[in-house]
Nanobody
C-alpha cells in the first residue's frame, strides 16, 4: 500500500521560511517523478514544483520561481520543498504527489498518488 505523508507546514510571517518534507512508502521511489501542489480556499489546485525521477529536471511555477527549491533524496525516499521569502499569497494547503510521468505532471495537476496535505499560513 502506497503512503504519501507531508510534514513541515505551519504559520510564519511574511518574509519567513519553511521546509516541507514528504515521505513515500510502498513504491519504488526513483521510479516516480514527484511534485508539490497547493490549493488555497476557493481556488483550484496548482502544480508549483515538480522533479524528475533522479532529480535531473525540475519545474517551478512562475509564482514561486526563485523563492522555492525542490529536491529529493532517493536514498531516504524523501521529497523536500524549501520555501523562502514567503508571501501571504503562499497561504494554502500543500500536497505532495507521485507519478510515473514527469512531463505534464505539474502543468496538468496529474498524479497517481497524493498525500493528505500540510497547511502553510503566511501572515503579513
Amino acid at each position: 500500500q502506497v503512503q504519501v505523508v507531508e510534514s513541515g507546514g505551519g504559520s510564519v510571517q511574511a518574509g519567513g521560511s519553511l521546509k516541507l518534507s514528504c515521505t513515500l512508502s510502498g513504491l519504488t521511489f526513483d521510479d516516480y517523478a514527484l511534485g508539490w501542489f497547493r490549493q488555497a480556499p476557493g481556488e483550484e489546485r496548482e502544480g508549483i514544483s515538480c522533479i524528475s525521477w533522479k532529480g535531473g529536471m525540475t519545474y517551478y511555477a512562475d509564482s514561486v520561481k526563485g523563492r522555492f527549491t525542490i529536491s529529493r533524496d532517493n536514498d531516504k525516499d524523501v521529497l523536500f520543498l524549501e520555501m523562502n521569502s514567503l508571501k501571504p499569497e503562499d497561504t494554502a494547503m500543500y500536497y505532495c504527489a507521485a507519478d510515473h510521468q514527469y512531463y505534464g505532471m505539474c502543468s496538468g495537476v496529474a498524479a497517481k498518488y497524493w498525500g493528505q496535505g500540510t497547511q502553510v499560513t503566511v501572515s503579513s
